[in-house]
């Protein structure tokens, strides 16, 4: 296993909240990633982060704000959450030793209502 | 085009069979290629890194083909615990990867 943990797993909430996911790692990885998988449009980025204090977009962000504080640690953030915004929320990371790998979190279920 | 694109799928095939997974990709300049599989409601599993010789690891075989941009997947004498999404997955620019969008395979006893 990565050593990677992501909470909540499960998070039903209701249009115009805010929701933050966080994924956790131990491997002390400098490139975190977060995704949305929905049926008929596969894995989509939305933010990732290459070190400490440094995200950058990916090609859904729109909606979705991100913060890096520590190494371990990759929070999303869903300002006002929408029915659009339900998905399944995958955070992966990358050794990132000259090969582009990524191994993912074991993601979580987001239902907007 | 779409950046990458997979067999459309699903492959359903009995148990003992082989079968093979075409994926094409647009960006020339690509140079990392993998192959992961997806069980259902699980994350992704990097299943092989595929090389420019071509890589075996057991039943499976990964090949590349740079001139025609596609990548290949085979399984060999498939078993009933291979029945899973299997994800292509190729390099872009500035440290990102791209997901083809999964092939679904059954395998039947």
């Known amino acids: 296993d990565a050593g990677i943990t992501q909470s909540p797993r499960h998070k039903v909430t209701e249009t115009g909240t805010p929701v933050t996911l966080r994924c956790h790692q131990t491997e002390n990885h400098r490139y975190m990633y977060w995704y949305r998988q929905d049926p008929g449009h596969g894995l989509r980025l939305i933010h990732y982060?290459?070190?400490?204090?440094?995200?950058d977009k990916g090609e859904v962000s729109d909606g979705y704000s991100v913060s890096r504080s520590k190494t371990e640690d990759f929070l999303l953030t869903l300002e006002s959450a929408t029915s659009s915004q339900t998905s399944v929320y995958f955070c992966a990371i990358s050794p990132r030793s000259e090969t582009y790998e990524q191994y993912f979190g074991p993601g979580t279920r987001l239902t907007v209502t | 085009r779409k950046e990458v694109e997979q067999d459309p799928g699903p492959f359903n095939v009995p148990e003992g069979a082989t079968v093979a997974f075409n994926c094409t990709y647009s960006?020339?300049?690509?140079?990392?290629f993998f192959w992961y599989r997806q069980d259902c409601r699980k994350e992704p599993k990097l299943l092989m890194s595929?090389?420019?010789s071509g890589n075996e690891d057991g039943r499976f075989t990964a090949q590349l083909n740079r001139a025609s941009q596609y990548i290949s997947l085979l399984i060999r004498d498939s078993k009933l615990s291979d029945s899973a999404t299997y994800l292509c997955v190729v390099n872009s620019p500035y440290d990102k990867v791209i997901f083809g969008p999964g092939t679904s395979l059954s395998v039947i006893p």
């Open positions: 595929v090389y420019s």
């Open positions: 982060s290459y070190g400490v204090k440094d995200t």
């Open positions: 960006n020339s300049a690509s140079q990392s």
